[in-house]
């Protein structure tokens, strides 16, 4: 499983997850800190009739991206993928990154999702991948491979989204 994610992860222009930056920011939580909004998070997660989305919005320092890194840091059984985007690294607010990014991440944690993105991807080039759209890689690397499996059984794979305003758009 994890020679066939390589073998994506040399065709789809992602980068590596980012755990150095999830530390980081998961280090600057003070213990007792921020424990309501992340419980009220913890119980939407474990909730399968729950909204597909839950939205986290604050104002500009108000620990969004310190909270998100604490779930991924201490949830990695909820939290299978993250992308923390980032207005100052050309890398970090590419929408085409992050959502191949987020799909690699969800291939290593799904086997159904991985053989799916595989049959997706199946005949693609790197230079291809890099020509779409952010629109075309949503649904090619994302919308279709989840839209080809059941739904996954015992809880939901849930991605985390952080500073998606950083990124880049049309």
Same mark, same amino acid.
């Given at each position: 499983?994890?020679? +066939?994610? &390589? =073998?994506?992860?040399?065709? %789809? !222009? &992602?980068? !590596?997850a980012q755990r150095g930056l999830i530390a980081?920011?998961?280090?600057? +939580?003070? !213990?007792?800190?921020?424990?309501? =909004?992340? /419980?009220?998070? %913890?119980?939407? $997660?474990r909730d399968a009739e729950a909204s597909r989305v839950f939205v986290f919005a604050a104002a500009a320092g108000m620990g969004k991206t310190v909270v998100a890194a604490s779930l991924k840091e201490e949830h990695p059984d909820l939290f299978v993928g993250g992308f923390f985007c980032r207005h100052d690294d050309v890398k970090l607010r590419d929408p085409k990154i992050m959502l191949s990014s987020l799909a690699l991440q969800l291939a290593e944690a799904s086997?159904? @999702? /991985?053989? &799916? %993105?595989?049959?997706? $991807?199946?005949?693609?080039? +790197?230079?291809? @991948? %890099?020509?779409?759209? $952010?629109?075309?890689?949503?649904?090619?690397v994302l919308k279709s491979p989840a839209e080809a499996i059941p739904p996954p059984t015992g809880h939901r794979l849930l991605l985390i989204l952080d500073a998606l305003d950083e990124c880049e758009h049309d």
């Open positions: 499983s994890r020679t +066939r994610v &390589a =073998t994506l992860r040399e065709r %789809l !222009p &992602a980068v !590596p980081e920011k998961h280090g600057h +939580r003070l !213990p007792g800190t921020r424990e309501g =909004t992340i /419980r009220t998070v %913890l119980d939407w $997660a086997e159904p @999702f /991985r053989e &799916a %993105l595989e049959e997706q $991807a199946q005949g693609v080039t +790197r230079e291809e @991948f %890099l020509g779409y759209d $952010a629109q075309t890689m949503f649904n090619c």
